[in-house]
């Protein structure tokens, strides 16, 4: 079984410019989280949804973020314009239910470095 | 405000020096702790949840404890493989998982 993917794995862009992530989550796994770890910080949550609909995204940063799940499927994590503290791994994690303890499949992260 | 502090920061044993890592945490309503192992270039994977004080779990050379300020993970024996960095997460009221910092874990031969 695949686990979750993520593209790109590493991702160089210019203060400004806009970049869009991608999270593959398993199949059949309704939720779905984006994390992030910058540097010399802990990793930190972002949002989460269950199928298509963001059932919690209090972690985002500010409005230069957009995460989209079209279909319940794959989902989408934009920063338009990107600023030099968006640089840090972004993780994609999916799980099956929201049972308190269900584990969480982590895919192996997207390195942003915004110069 | 929910925090999560990990101690040490890194850690370095011989191969079959046991030893334990610290997980202190301050969180309303804890509905779980969990720890990660976390290879370099990869995503934390999952090792166990814990719920409630008084709670132990084990996996090979790895055991769980809970208390009501602090979990620890216990290393018997650890092997080079075991090299990885270790992160404890706990879980409030929602969805969202609070992490620690981690402790990078060094086991030489």
């Known amino acids: 079984e695949a686990g979750v993917t993520q593209f790109p794995s590493h991702s160089v862009i210019e203060k400004g410019q806009t970049v869009t992530l991608r999270c593959d989550p398993i199949?059949?796994?309704?939720?779905l989280y984006w994390y992030r770890r910058v540097m010399g910080k802990e990793i930190k949550f972002l949002l989460h949804f269950v199928k298509e609909s963001k059932q919690d995204e209090s972690g985002m940063p500010n409005n230069r973020f957009l995460a989209e799940r079209t279909g319940g499927t794959y989902s989408t994590l934009k920063v338009q314009p990107a600023e030099l503290e968006d640089s840090g791994v972004y993780f994609c994690?999916?799980?099956?239910?929201?049972?308190?303890?269900?584990?969480?499949?982590f895919g192996s992260g997207t390195q942003l470095s915004v110069l | 405000e929910d925090q999560v502090t990990q101690s040490p920061e890194a850690l370095r044993l011989q191969e079959g020096e046991s030893s334990s890592l610290n997980c202190s945490y301050t969180?309303?309503?804890?509905?779980?702790l969990f720890w990660y192992r976390q290879d370099p270039g990869k995503g934390p994977e999952f090792l166990f949840t814990?719920?409630?004080a008084g709670e132990e779990k084990e996996k090979e050379r790895l055991k769980a404890t809970l208390t009501k300020k602090e979990s620890f993970l216990h290393i018997t024996a650890p092997k080079p493989e075991d090299s990885a960095t270790y992160l404890c997460a706990v879980l409030p009221p929602g969805y969202a998982l609070n992490f620690g910092k981690g402790t990078s874990l060094l086991v030489t031969p």
């Open positions: 994690a999916s799980s099956s239910s929201i049972r308190v303890g269900e584990k969480l499949f």
């Open positions: 969180v309303s309503g804890l509905r779980g």
């Open positions: 814990l719920y409630s």
């Open positions: 199949s059949g796994h309704d939720n």
